[in-house]
Nanobody, 122 residues
Framework: QLQFVESGGGLVQPGGSLRLSCVAS????????TGWFRQAPGKEREFVAA????????LYRDSVKGRFTISRDNAKNTVYLQMNSLKPEDTAVYHC???????????????WGQGTQVTVSS
């Protein structure tokens, strides 16, 4: 079984940057794809980015392409989400989760973390 702990969220001004971390515990981490999802108050959870266990395959939602970068360090059991040029509409709780292969569908993922709050505001 995998467990995830997200960190790195906070309050940032529009145009700023944050780097989220997702630290996993569990012996199958390096065999799993990892995805980031976000959920804003009153809105549906939405896919943000995903990465294969090898790091070769990455997926992004259109609105974050060119601004966000997902990466992983399997030696540290950690997946990162570098977020640049942040916008108020990026405000949400960000969660990571595991899947067999990278997918944009939330129901492909299991072992969700508790999330970290990202607030983009002036």
């Amino acid at each position: 079984q995998l467990q995830f702990v997200e960190s790195g969220g906070g309050l940032v001004q529009p145009g700023g940057s944050l780097r989220l971390s997702c630290v996993a515990s569990g012996r199958t981490f390096t065999r799993s794809a990892t995805g980031w999802f976000r959920q804003a108050p009153g809105k549906e959870r939405e896919f943000v980015a995903a990465i294969s266990w090898s790091g070769v395959t990455t997926l992004y939602r259109d609105s974050v392409k060119g601004r966000f970068t997902i990466s992983r360090d399997n030696a540290k059991n950690t997946v990162y989400l570098q977020m640049n040029s942040l916008k108020p509409e990026d405000t949400a709780v960000y969660h990571c989760a595991s899947a067999a292969v990278p997918s944009t569908a939330a129901d492909s993922y299991t072992y969700w973390g508790q999330g970290t709050q990202v607030t983009v505001s002036s």
